[in-house]
């Protein structure tokens, strides 16, 4: 399992969540390269430990586990972020 970060990120992406990940697998840091570049942020599926602590600490609730969806989404939709967090770490 791991968590996925989803549509509401997209203009926030104030980090709020990288700073409370254990295993520091969310992505771009604001000190990596291609931070202000990027449109949102992305959670590593193969780091995720799954503990959690991400989701509160988002402010637009754009962060949830890969088999529950964020308000609004559908699993079919969610399925897809899952994708596109994934995808994000094999540039
Ligand atoms: S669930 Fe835990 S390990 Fe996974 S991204 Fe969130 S804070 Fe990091
Ligand atoms: S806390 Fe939420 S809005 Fe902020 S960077 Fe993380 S996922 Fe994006």
Redo the contacts with the bound molecule.
Sequence with gaps: MTYI?GE??IG???????DVCPVDC?HPRSDEEGFEAEK??YIDPDECIDCGA?EP????A??GPEDAPIEGVSQDEWDKWLTINTDWFKK
């Design positions: 970060i509401p990120c926030t992406k104030d980090t709020s969540c990288v969310i949102m942020l991400c600490a988002c402010p637009v754009a962060i």
